[in-house]
């Protein structure tokens, strides 16, 4: 598949694109495990049951039968990169995520949200925190985390074929989104890769100084002044 051009959108795990909903109340108007549940969420006006990770402290409180040693390294560097750019990871009930929703990255708060449902285990929820942390990366690759563009950072070529499979068979719904995915499925099956990213995000220097931009991402950042020649 051809990269497209840059992509407003609202960054899931699985799922398709959201549009996000305004919540009048302190619950969603048309009920919870739907879009609107999770646009109430994202908007934070719905904030019960969802509370903020800061570190593996905060897992192993949560979750004290699992054994989160082995991930601890990376996720608190991950977490870490991510309080500098002021991106706020947290747990929320699933009751605010539509079926089979494991995660969600919110371009606009820059915040991301994890599902209850599915990360008391460390080897899946480090797949979604390296998901969503990919997301905030793409984001950062598109020239600032104040807008809501997110910018594909690897060459379609270079993922591997089981993760841009899995991305296409996943989104084949929302096929625009599919480019975008297809790395963030990659980097989330990949120790290291998302860490490392964040890390160069966080350190304030341009992403596309450490990561060979795409032509048609080099195109975007030039024709909107982030690259000047």
């Known amino acids: 598949m051809r990269e497209h051009n840059m992509n407003k959108f609202i960054a899931t ?28 969420m994202l908007l934070k006006e719905c904030t019960e049951d969802v509370e903020r990770v800061y570190s593996t402290r905060d897992l192993k ?10 991930v601890q ?21 699933p009751k605010y995520f539509p079926p089979g929703h494991r995660g969600v990255y919110h371009t606009v708060s820059n915040h991301f949200y994890l599902n209850e449902a599915y990360v ?34 690897m060459d379609e070529e270079k993922v591997p074929d089981l993760w841009a499979d899995m991305a296409t068979k996943t989104y ?25 990213a964040l ?6 220097k341009p992403m596309w100084e450490v990561y060979q ?8 950042l030039k024709e909107n002044n982030y690259i000047k020649e």
């Open 61 to 70: 409180k949560r979750f004290p039968y699992q054994s989160w040693d082995p």
């Open 120 to 153: 008391s285990r460390p080897h899946v929820l480090m797949a979604v925190v390296r998901h969503e942390g990919w997301h905030a990366a793409q984001d950062c690759m598109a020239g600032t985390l104040d807008n809501t563009f997110l910018a594909i950072i």
């Open 213 to 220: 931009p795409t032509p048609l991402t080099k195109k975007w």
């Open 199 to 204: 890390e160069v995000c966080a350190s304030g």
């Open 13 to 40: 795990a699985v799922g398709l694109s959201l549009g996000v909903a305004t919540c009048a109340m302190a619950k969603p108007t048309k009920g919870f495990f739907t879009y609107d549940a999770m646009g109430c």
């Open 73 to 93: 390294y990376e996720f608190d560097s991950m977490v870490n990169s991510l309080e500098k750019l002021g991106i706020h990871v947290h747990i929320a009930s």
């Open 172 to 196: 084949f719904q929302n096929p625009k989104a599919i480019p975008w995915e297809k790395e963030a499925f990659w980097a989330g099956h990949t120790e290291g890769m998302t860490q490392k």
